[in-house]
Each structure stands twice: as structure tokens, then as C-alpha cells.
């Protein structure tokens, strides 16, 4: 008999920090759901799963065919967003009726009860970036940004256990797996453009419209947040999920790399936020972690692997040359050798 929902979210070992934030809060408000984090990495002994937050799952446990010709392919950050169907099908089809997944950086902030509730009523349930548009001094700028990254924010995606579902993961797990990459002049963003389709490929799909889910730099201006204590609220709704994507701890009053030129000291109360954010990243060991080696960044002998030795290899199709384990380096078994990378790219 299948239980009824999980959550999960997707880091590699230098981003933990982020995912113990994300599964803490998301547990100390939601505690009978479980929370799982899929590493898209190694553990190499940095971590006792046992002392985590979340029940650990590694990536390439999870049914993914080929993985290693995907994290070949494709570098930490996007190997970390082409696993993302993958997993939301791998665990409805094993043991959950619904499963919601949150991007690493993430902070939960109250309950999901009413989410997970409407859950059984759909198939997919999606967080548009935008809920009106947006109040900025370049408000066709800013809408044609969002178009360039998608519709939908494919880090808030609920997803319940359904023929159509699972069908629509299939589709998108294949072409995660075919191009995960950031090329906006071809309609690319990464796992997220192909989001656009979920309205019209699956019955019962849902648009979130709830100003406190997945509140991110893209909407903070629409947002309006405000603090009474521990309360936090969006556009006068409680604030269940703020996120933080491109927030650099190393730079903590800017809002997100992607617009460094914006100041957290700018956004209102929000800024609570962001310092109560900051600080959970260096509670949860961000300093250490962010050093901690990725185990798909090198060669079986250690040599680094390029960008350049990625970007060759993701152009060359289903080429004869290409091994089963491209990261082998004896002779025959791997394709450092034969690909050519541009000196000094790392």
C-alpha cells in the first residue's frame, strides 16, 4: 500500500548546507511528511547520513539509465536539475501517491498542509514566476526575462502519482537528459522551459496562485512581505515558501547573483528574511561545505574534467567512441583521450 506523500530536494555534497536548511524547515513545519535528498555526488565519508535532516538517496541508485554518460555531460548545477524528473518518478512509482520537490535553496516557512490537500485533485501542481505584472522600472524587461527562463519556476513542482503524470515525467526525464543547458538564444533554461508544456500535455494540471508559494527575487516587488514576529506573510497570505536562488552568502546584501546590482537592504521587510536565511546557511556548515570535492568534477585518475571535455561531449551524439563509463581512464574504457579540450578550461 503506497503512503501518501514525500518531498524531496536534489544537491551535491558542496551544496549540502542548502539542502539541510531546506529539509529542516520544511520538516519542522511538516513533520509526519518525510524528506528526502537525492545527492547527485558521492559521500566519499564528508557526511553521516544518519545525522542528517532527510533520508539520503544517491543519484545513481535511483534507476537513472546511463547516469554517468549524464553527469559527463552535463556539470554540477545542471547534472543537479537533469536528475529532477527522475526523481519525482522514482519515488511516485515505488512508494508515493504524491510528492512534492523544492530546489536545494530553499526555506520553508509554514505549513504545506493546504498544498498537499489539493494535491489528489491534480496531476501536476506548478508555481507560476509571475502572478500579476511586475511593478519595476522595467517591467517589459523584467517580463521578458522571465519568458527567456520560462513560465513556470520549476523549483516548487507538486506532483501526485497519476497515469498522466508519469507519462509527462517520462517525456521530460528525456529530454532533461538530451539538453540541460542554459541557451536562451535556442528557448533553453536548463530542467525549467519545458515546464510551458505541463498545461497542455497533462489533464488536471494546477496553477498555484497563492502569493506565498515560492516567493523569489523574480516576484518580490508583487510580493509585498511583512513580519509580526515569527509570522511572515506575502501579499497578506502566509508565507510558506521563500526561495533564494543565486543568494550568495559570501554577499549577503545582494538579493541574487543574477542581479548584483540589487541590495537586500532594498527590500523592505523582506530583508528579516534573508538575514534569518543567512545565517541557518552558516549554522548548517556552509563555510565547510562549500569546499568539499565534487566526485563527477574528475577523471577515475583525477584529472579534472573541463568544460571544454563536457561540451564535446555533449556535441557529439551517439557517437561509436563513446564508453559506457566515460569518466574510465584505461585505455579503451574512457574518452579523455579523445576528446580534445581547450587548454586551461576548467
Not at 530583508?271 to 556548515?285: K, P
Request: overall charge neutral; hydrophobic content about 35%; charged content about 25%.
Amino acid at each position: 500500500m503506497s503512503r501518501p506523500f514525500a518531498a524531496v530536494t536534489i544537491a551535491s555534497k558542496a551544496y549540502l548546507s542548502l539542502a539541510r536548511v531546506t529539509a529542516r524547515s520544511f520538516r519542522r513545519h511538516n513533520p509526519d511528511i518525510p524528506f528526502y535528498l537525492v545527492l547527485t555526488d558521492r559521500c566519499d565519508d564528508r557526511f553521516d547520513p544518519d545525522r542528517e535532516p532527510f533520508t539520503l538517496l544517491c543519484a545513481d541508485e535511483i534507476g537513472i539509465p546511463d547516469i554517468e554518460k549524464l553527469a559527463f555531460k552535463y556539470d554540477q548545477q545542471a547534472f543537479s536539475y537533469a536528475v529532477t524528473p527522475f526523481v519525482l518518478r522514482y519515488l511516485l512509482t515505488r512508494e508515493y501517491s504524491g510528492v512534492l520537490f523544492l530546489k536545494q535553496e530553499t526555506l520553508v516557512l509554514d505549513s504545506l498542509a493546504p498544498l498537499f490537500d489539493r494535491l489528489p485533485d491534480h496531476s501536476l501542481m506548478l508555481t507560476p514566476h509571475l502572478l500579476q505584472p511586475p511593478r519595476s522600472a522595467d517591467p517589459v524587461r523584467c517580463e521578458l526575462d522571465v519568458l527567456r527562463a520560462g513560465v513556470f519556476n520549476g523549483g516548487v513542482v507538486f506532483a501526485s502519482r497519476t497515469a498522466d503524470t508519469l507519462r509527462f515525467l517520462s517525456w521530460w526525464a528525456d529530454h532533461t537528459f538530451r539538453t540541460c543547458r542554459v541557451l536562451v538564444e535556442d528557448g533553453f533554461h536548463y530542467e525549467q522551459r519545458w515546464l510551458d508544456f505541463a498545461p497542455g500535455l497533462v489533464d488536471r494540471c494546477a496553477i498555484i496562485r497563492n502569493p506565498g508559494v515560492n516567493v523569489g527575487h523574480w516576484n518580490l516587488t508583487e510580493r509585498d512581505i511583512r513580519m509580526s514576529g515569527s509570522r511572515i506573510t506575502a501579499a497578506g497570505e502566509p508565507c510558506r515558501i521563500f526561495r533564494f536562488s543565486g543568494y550568495d552568502p559570501d554577499y549577503p546584501n545582494r538579493v541574487t547573483k543574477y542581479t548584483p546590482e540589487r541590495t537586500v537592504d532594498s527590500c523592505g521587510e523582506a530583508a528579516a528574511v534573508f538575514s534569518m536565511y543567512h545565517q541557518m546557511l552558516i549554522d548548517e556548515g556552509f563555510m565547510d561545505t562549500r569546499h568539499w570535492p565534487y566526485a563527477y568534477g574528475r577523471f577515475e585518475d583525477g584529472t579534472p574534467v573541463s568544460a571544454q571535455h563536457r561540451k564535446q561531449y555533449g556535441e557529439s551524439g551517439e557517437q561509436p567512441y563513446r564508453p559506457a563509463n566515460p569518466f574510465m581512464t584505461e585505455p579503451g574504457t574512457g574518452c579523455r583521450n579523445r576528446l580534445n579540450p581547450v587548454k586551461g578550461v576548467r
